[in-house]
């Protein structure tokens, strides 16, 4: 692969870079590795809010998963950033084979239940629905030729 631009690509990485991920639990500095590894992906996915949501679970959880938890997490890292937030938010039903993954369902009722706690239903967008806001934003003009604020 052809750098990018100057020193920028030194810091450039995409899946196809990173190879494909070794699970090797046999030893400790094996799983130090893997278990870095797993979880600066979880974490720096350049999508906020997975970063947060993955990042805290990973850190939460991975010193305690066995191989198949590790294939698991490795499965969902592989997803694409908006659809995966979508699943996990409950703004789309996610696929059969996603439904099924227990790092997946684990994650997704955490946020489930986050959202529960902090986030009244009036303010979420429906299932299948990623409609307008319904309140916190001004997006209506003050007066009938003045400027428009909120998120334009």
């Not at 094996?30 to 992906?41: A, D, E, G, T, V």
């Not at 694409?80 to 439904?99: F, H, R, T, V, Y």
Request: glycine share 8%.
């Amino acid at each position: 692969m052809e750098p990018l631009a100057g020193t920028f690509s030194r810091f450039f990485t995409s899946k196809e870079n990173c190879g494909p991920i070794d699970i090797d639990l046999s030893n400790e500095e094996s799983k130090r590795r893997l278990f870095n590894r797993l979880h600066y992906q979880s974490k720096q996915r350049g999508f906020l809010e997975l970063d947060l949501v993955l990042g805290k679970w990973v850190e939460d959880h991975i010193r305690s998963m066995d191989e198949d938890g590790v294939k698991s997490l490795v499965n969902v890292l592989d997803l694409e950033n908006p659809d995966l937030w979508k699943w996990l938010s409950g703004q789309e039903q996610p696929p059969d084979a996603i439904s099924t993954n227990s790092v997946f369902s684990a994650v997704r009722e955490k946020v489930m239940n986050n959202l529960g706690k902090h986030a009244a239903p009036e303010t979420r967008a429906a299932a299948g629905s990623l409609g307008p806001w319904v309140r916190g934003w001004d997006d209506f003009k003050k007066a009938q030729d003045g400027p428009i604020a909120g998120n334009q």
